[in-house]
């Protein structure tokens, strides 16, 4: 199976960047489909963004369009999230998970592998 762990994570001030990192072991993150997602304090779980193991375009939810890229470094065999002009509403834990169908969704059923999270905290 394919073990996940999340990084990148901390705090930062409105309007500023982090870039989180999703690390795979045991098989090459390549040959999966990649979500982010993220689960804010009394909140059920999100979509984030998503990105295609046959190399579509990545997919974003709405509330993260034009400031959340999704991308893969597959000489360090993870997927990272670039997320930029932070918003408090981000906040929140944010999960990595993976599944074998080629299609990219939000739908956090989806996915069976997932990683343990990794604290955002956007503050002023």
């Known amino acids: 199976q394919v073990q996940l762990v999340e990084s990148g994570g901390g705090l930062v001030q409105p309007g500023g960047s982090l870039r989180l990192s999703c690390a795979a072991s045991g098989f090459t993150l390549d040959s999966y489909t990649v979500a982010w997602f993220r689960q804010a304090p009394g909140k059920e779980r999100e979509g984030v963004s998503c990105i295609s193991k046959r190399g579509g375009s990545p997919s974003y939810v709405d509330s993260v369009k034009g400031r959340f890229t999704i991308s893969r470094d597959n000489a360090k065999n993870t997927v990272d999230l670039q997320m930029n002009n932070l918003k408090p509403e981000d906040t929140a834990v944010y999960y990595c998970?993976?599944?074998?169908?080629?299609?990219?969704?939000?739908?956090?059923?989806?996915?069976?592998?997932w990683g343990q999270g990794t604290q955002v905290t956007v503050s002023s």
């Open positions: 998970a993976v599944k074998l169908r080629a299609s990219c969704s939000h739908e956090r059923y989806d996915y069976g592998n």
